[in-house]
Structure formats: C-alpha cells, structure tokens
C-alpha cells in the first residue's frame, strides 16, 4: 500500500520528509471536499482497545498552530491501494496541504470506501512514492522550520562559545596572569603564569 502524509518530525528528518507547510496549494472547491469526504474517518467509530491504547500514547497538535488536537494518531486508514494517517483530512480541509494528483485521481474514481487499519503491518507499507512526490513538491520554504534549525545551530554555538570563556576565566582564577606575552603567534595576550601560552590559546587551540 502507498503511504500518503507522513510529516517531517523535526529536524532530523526535515531534508527526508516535508513539514505540511511546504505542501500548501489551492484545491478546486469541489474537488477538496470530495477529498475530504474520501480521506475522512470518524475514529470514535472505531471501538477497540488498540484506540483506547493509542489515545493514550500517540497525541498529535496541528503544526500549523491551529490548536487542533488530535489523540490517536498512529491510526490509520486504507482503501487498500493507498493508505494514510487519520489526521490527513484536516490537514486537508482547513489548511490546503496538497496531494498527490495520482491520489486524488484515485480518490475522486473510488466507489470503495475507505476502512480502519486495525494493525497497520509496517511491511506493507511502501512511502517510497510519497518521498520521491514530497522531494518534487515541496518550497523547502518553511521559514519556521528554517528558523528554527537556526536558533538551534545559533543557541549551541552561543553556549559553546559561554563555556569556553568561562573555562578561560577559570584557568586565568587558579594560575594567575604572568608579565611574558602569549607564545602563539600573533596574540598579545600574557601567558598564564608557568605556561608559554595565555589561557585563550590554551583553550581554544586545544
Ligand atoms: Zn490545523
Ligand atoms: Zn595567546
């Protein structure tokens, strides 16, 4: 079965998946809702203990912040061709993230209805159809997820950079400041006192 929506989770996966913002089009109007109504599934419907379990363990929020929550995302649903998580719909119908036309061909031709996958076998599953699609489709322009790639690389580099000066405050605390200058080439620092080198070189050099 072709996997379907599936969403980049942070940014481990951001270069293998696309976060849904990167998939937002503009559907025909009738077209989406005969999409939405095929994709849909009311999983109060479904009464097992594999939803009570998932309930509980699988919570999923609506990244595009629309305070929409959603428990048991790990379900999903199938037609048997194609298969997909039960949050797709409402990614669908309230922010316009966009599918693969060969999907949505199949969605609108359809007469089968589409059923809960009690145990999705993950030997299945084949995403390799939904990767190739994202790759060709996405902006790779969610600056949100961009940014914050970013604040993450900048916030490491910020303590990174913190603890080396506290680790040179430290040093030049317990051996003291001598009246020689620095050794290393092109600093005027002094060296620390019994060392050729000042605390900065010592640290940064090494
Ligand atoms: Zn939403
Ligand atoms: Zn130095």
């Not at 980049?8 to 913002?21: N, S």
């Not at 995302?73 to 309230?94: C, F, R």
Request: net charge negative; aromatic share 10%; proline share 3%.
């Amino acid at each position: 079965m072709k996997l379907i929506g599936r969403w980049c989770a942070g940014h481990e996966d951001y270069e293998l998946l696309a976060p849904p913002q990167e998939l937002v089009g503009q559907y025909p109007t009738e077209q989406k809702r005969a999409i939405v109504e095929y994709i849909y599934f009311d999983t109060n419907s479904v009464d097992s203990f594999a939803r009570m379990l998932d309930t509980y363990f699988h919570k999923h929020r609506c990244v595009f912040g629309c305070g929409t929550d959603w428990t048991g995302t790990s379900m999903h649903i199938s037609d048997g061709e194609w298969v997909w998580p039960v949050h797709l719909a409402h990614y669908v119908q309230q922010h316009d993230v966009m599918l693969p036309e060969q999907f949505i061909q199949h969605a609108l031709r359809s007469t089968d209805e589409p059923k809960f996958v009690e145990h999705l076998d993950r030997s299945q599953i084949d995403d390799t159809y939904w990767l190739q699609w994202c790759r060709e489709n996405r902006s790779y322009s969610e600056t949100e997820v961009i940014q914050a790639i970013r604040d993450a690389q900048d916030a490491s580099e910020a303590s990174r950079l913190a603890s080396i000066n506290e680790q040179i405050k430290k040093l030049e605390r317990e051996s003291g400041i001598c009246d020689t200058p620095c050794r290393y080439s092109g600093c005027s620092s002094m060296a620390l006192s019994g060392k050729a080198f000042c605390a900065k070189c010592i640290v940064e050099k090494h």
